[in-house]
């Protein structure tokens, strides 16, 4: 009974820690391979981007953005947008953007209207989207900040102790039985050692 508890809390642990380490990757380990993560907070590039998902972003030159590519770029006030190329100006350097929930035409001329998102300036491009993954962008907003952060670092040291504590307590039983093993000599047999 007790051997299949040990296998069972084995397997548990063991699904346990893959499960925060490939969150841990998905969340911030690509960052390595040059693929920024992002939470997307707001519905302008819905149903592509939904709110709530994490987008996965890589580094592109600027000359390779095509109108019609999607964007994460830098606003003015250091917060990150992802949105649709409408148009670029090679000359100015700056891509004309605006999200596809937010596209609107004016109906007088039939021209785009520009005036919703400002022009963003090439140096602005953080790069574009690769791949998303609905929902974990809740989760990882939620734990990038307090308390969320706090939760997750207690959580995640919890999983960890739990982890190893069968094999904490193998040692312990393991210290017991060499004593049990080898027990102290009678009284007889230190009287015969002390004769020779």
């Known amino acids: 009974m007790k051997q299949t508890l040990k296998k069972i809390w084995n397997i548990v642990s063991t699904v346990l820690v893959v499960v925060v380490v490939v969150f841990?990757?998905?969340?911030?380990g690509l960052r390595f391979v040059g693929v920024q993560v992002y939470s997307v907070i707001s519905g302008?590039?819905?149903?592509?981007?939904?709110?709530?998902a994490l987008i996965y972003v890589k580094e592109v030159d600027a000359y390779e953005v095509e109108v019609g590519d999607v964007i994460t770029f830098v606003l003015?006030?250091?917060m990150?947008?992802?949105h649709r190329v409408i148009d670029i100006d090679y000359e100015t350097q700056h891509f004309y953007t605006r999200g596809d929930a937010n596209y609107s035409i004016d109906e007088a001329t039939g021209e785009k209207v520009y005036t919703e998102d400002p022009a963003v300036h090439f140096k602005n491009l953080i790069g574009k989207p690769v791949f998303t993954?609905?929902?974990l962008?809740?989760?990882?907003?939620y734990i990038q900040h307090p308390p969320g952060m706090y939760i997750a670092l207690a959580v995640g040291a919890i999983i960890l102790a739990l982890a190893f504590l069968p094999d904490i307590f193998a040692k312990s039983d393991k210290k017991k039985t060499p004593a049990e093993d080898n027990p102290a000599p009678?009284?007889?047999?230190d009287g015969d050692k002390?004769?020779?």
């Not at 302008?44 to 709530?52: A, F, K, L, R, T």
């Not at 962008?137 to 907003?141: E, H, P, Q, R, S």
């Not at 009678?186 to 047999?189: G, I, V």
């Open 133 to 135: 993954i609905p929902l």
């Open 44 to 52: 302008s590039m819905e149903p592509e981007y939904p709110v709530g």
């Open 24 to 28: 841990a990757i998905l969340l911030v």
């Open 80 to 82: 990150p947008a992802t």
């Open 186 to 189: 009678t009284p007889a047999e």
């Open 76 to 78: 003015s006030n250091d």
């Open 194 to 196: 002390n004769d020779g």
């Open 137 to 141: 962008g809740y989760v990882a907003y």
